[in-house]
């Protein structure tokens, strides 16, 4: 809006100051021009007919202007010395029939205003140069493009400053909002002047903090009843070993039974244990981290597993890190991968942006786009989910190592395989200090 206005004041300010400044110098010189031909009109001229050159040198003022007469079909010239022949035919033929006439040419590389009276016996010519007012317009458009670039800029400014400025309300909403997406339900809005803002902040704040409780209290139950569920577990899991170790002696139908028991306690036996672990509390301790080597922490979760690829890319920074979450993050993605994906078949450790990237790759179909984000929620098997044959899984293993990538302020997301297969990335951010 600055650059548009600006540009039309400018616009309009070269107009009339460029009207005016030609129209000035046109009429001056025509002035002069007329006052030059009486003159020459009336001088006396010497018996030959020939006008005084004295006369002539005065009217040319020095040498800027040109002055020249034609009598009788010859020129006499005074002044800068110009090409009489290159002036334009319409222009002396004005003044031969009588009338007046003047015109802006280019002679010699120069601007010049030609003015043409008629005399009674011949032609009278005044060239007057443009120079000055040429270089004074050339300036003035300097000016005034310079005038508007300029305030494009401070208007751009300007403009970027206020809008920041009255956004900042919006851009906070939208980064606390974006921050309570991830799972930061510690965000909150700063308290508000406005008086249209203000309750906007207060409604905010105040469904966050009733979000974060029943979020928290769900992780209580959570983990309260994984506790409480510990102890009948323990006795049904020692119950059924003494079954297992009988099992020759029952016959076929009890022991498919206790086979169907067997796998069915121990499935349970470990949602109760990473329903514990996901209950607590998502924050890392900042005792638990260390400056470490992810390569090394890789390679140790991966010491019972020789068949899958270790591929080391480049040389990744250290990270600071919980250990034992890690480590755990990278057995539930290889166990994950086991169990629906036909196994492992690579895990990458490599440099990225931001830190250190760990990639798994599996040998599954892979996983569509629409369930790479639902996969990572608690209880979601993909398309498995429901069925009573799945492999064992709880639907917690993805969740957990969501939440332990969370609490190190990482990213984890999924992609396609180069093999075929899918492709779990997890981001972790470098050391800052």
Known sequence: ?????????????????????????EQGATSQAAIDARLVQDAPRDPAGADSEGLLTGLAGGGDITVAVRRA??????????????????????????VAARQRVILGGIPVLAVALPLRDGLYLEL?????????????????VVGVGVSGLLGLALGGWASTRALRPLTDLRDAA???AAGDLDARLPEQDDADLAP???????????????????????????????????TLVNAVAVLRRRRDDLPLPARQAVDLLDADVHRFQKMVTELLEISRDEQIDPRDLEVCDVVDVVAHA?????????DVRGSPPQVPVDRRRLDRVVMNLVENAEQHAGGAVRVGVAPSSVGVRIEVDDAGPGIPVELRDEVFERFSR????????DSGGTGLGLALVARHVR?????????????GGARVVVELPRCTT
């Open 1 to 25: 809006m600055s650059l548009a206005i600006t540009g039309l004041l400018a616009a309009v300010t070269w107009k009339l100051a460029s009207d005016f400044l030609v129209a000035k110098r």
């Open 73 to 98: 079909g010859t020129w006499t010239t005074s002044g800068h010395p110009i090409d009489v022949d290159a002036l334009p035919d319409e222009l002396l033929a004005l003044a031969n029939s009588g």
């Open 128 to 144: 007057a140069p443009l120079t000055e007012l040429d270089a004074t317009l050339r300036f003035l458009s300097w000016v005034l």
């Open 178 to 180: 974006a921050r309570m």
């Open 200 to 234: 906007l902040a207060v409604t905010f704040n105040r469904t966050a903090e009733d979000l974060q409780r029943r979020v928290r209290r769900d992780v209580r139950f959570a983990g309260d009843v994984s506790h409480e569920l510990r102890s009948p577990l323990t």
């Open 302 to 310: 991966l010491a019972t597993r020789p068949d899958v690829v270790l």
């Open 382 to 389: 993909g398309a498995n989910a429901g069925r009573r044959e």
């Open 407 to 419: 609490a190190h302020h990482g990213r984890i997301h999924i992609e396609d395989s180069p093999a």
